[in-house]
């Protein structure tokens, strides 16, 4: 099974800038579509950012333009560059497959202040 773990979150102001990490391990990891993932509280869990194991990216029109998702397969990573973050990207985020085939690691926390 795949545990990933999440790293990166912190608090940042509205207009600000963070980058996640997510590290994963399986031999099929360059083949594997990887998205991030949100939850805040009292809502659902949404995906936010896509990536195929060549390279194809997705958005979700709430980031598109201001979120870009990324991969090194060969350190079995997928990051998540947030620009322009405003106080409703504020939630936890994971990552996991399109097929959500992994655990669901820890979560990195998002705090954007106003």
């Known amino acids: 099974q795949v545990h990933p773990v999440e790293s990166g979150g912190g608090l940042v102001q509205a207009g600000g800038s963070l980058t996640l990490s997510c590290a994963a391990s399986?031999?099929?990891?360059?083949?594997?579509?990887v998205g991030w993932y949100r939850q805040a509280p009292g809502k659902q869990r949404e995906l936010v950012a896509l990536i195929e194991g060549g390279g194809l990216t997705n958005y979700d029109d709430s980031v598109k333009g201001r979120f870009t998702i990324s991969r090194l397969n060969a350190k079995k990573t997928v990051y998540l560059q947030m620009t322009s973050l405003k106080p409703e990207d504020t939630a936890v985020y994971y990552c996991n497959t399109r097929g959500q085939s992994w655990n669901w690691g820890q979560g990195t926390q998002v705090t954007v202040s106003s």
């Open positions: 399986g031999i099929l990891f360059a083949a594997t579509a």
